[in-house]
């Protein structure tokens, strides 16, 4: 491989891996663009790279947010039921279904979510005070915030919507599982964000092995861009104690409008 393709995917990597950990999105918005885009992989090819990269930085996130129980790792894997099954579903139909129908379904979806989170003022869910079902750590202030979950068959349904999603575009579904966690469910954002980097972990693991037994892992890109991930992921993690809640939303949203351009772009064949 030339040296410069290597350090570009290292470097892409470390980017996504930042982005990836710290809002619980996996990093596909930044992996699908560039390998598609600037290194000319087809989109198949390059949705499985995403996968892998997405399970790397899934691996250490996941330790390092149940390690300072910001993580909900019950209600993640009562989601993951679905989700993994409809990342399977997903792997096995991705080359079926009339794509653009659903990027553009999905643009619609975030972009809604999006602007829900940016005009928020900051208000999130569960409270300090009283009994609750669950309980997440707030790391930048220390503390120990209640909440109850709703809507749970509701959530775990969309969520296999996510999974499949997910190995569509290898996009990671976090986009969707955080919205739904917290704006539907009642999850603090950033145990949400704890909880959706946990997840996306199991969600891409089975999506990748599909693309693997395929044969459509080019596992020199995929290598490169796992070492990359996992080095972003120890810096995400760690600088997410610093982002209160107001400024977590707020950069979340443009997350979010930024992951429905990039599926508009491939509704119209851009990407």
């Known amino acids: 491989m030339d040296p410069s393709v290597l350090i570009g995917l ?18 596909g918005i930044i992996f699908i663009p560039v390998l598609t885009i600037v290194y000319k992989l087809p989109a198949v090819e390059a949705a499985a790279i995403s996968l892998i990269g997405i399970l790397s930085l899934s691996a250490g996130a996941a330790s390092y947010y149940t390690e300072h129980k910001v993580a909900n790792v019950r209600l993640g894997l009562y989601l993951e ?9 997903g792997a096995f139909v991705a080359g079926l279904i009339d794509q653009w129908i ?14 829900r989170m940016l005009f ?28 109850d979950l709703k809507h749970k068959t509701a959530g775990s349904a969309i ?69 990359g991930s996992y080095a972003g992921m120890l810096v995400g993690t760690r600088i997410s104690r610093y982002f209160d809640t107001t400024a977590l939303k707020r950069y979340f949203a443009f997350v979010l409008f930024a992951s429905a351009v990039s599926m508009l772009l491939k509704a119209g064949g851009v990407l």
Do not use: R, W
């Open 159 to 227: 969520c296999f919507i996510a999974g499949a999603y997910s190995s569509v575009t290898g996009v990671g579904g976090g986009v969707i599982k955080v919205p739904v966690m917290n704006n539907f469910m009642g999850v603090p954002l950033k145990a949400a964000t704890a909880t959706s980097s946990f997840m996306i972990g199991l969600t891409a693991f089975c999506g990748a092995m599909v693309y693997f037994i395929n044969g459509q892992v080019d596992l020199e890109f995929a290598a490169c861009v796992a070492i």
């Open 120 to 147: 928020s003022h900051g208000k999130d869910c569960g409270s300090t005070e009283g009994e609750h079902e669950f309980y997440a750590k707030d790391m930048k202030t220390g503390e120990t915030i209640g909440y």
């Open 10 to 27: 290292l470097i892409l990597g470390v980017v996504a891996g930042i982005i990836g950990s710290l809002f619980g999105v996996g990093g």
């Open 81 to 89: 039921i679905g989700t993994t099954i409809g990342a399977i579903v």
């Open 102 to 115: 659903i990027f553009t379904i999905f643009a619609v979806f975030v972009i809604a979510n999006g602007i």
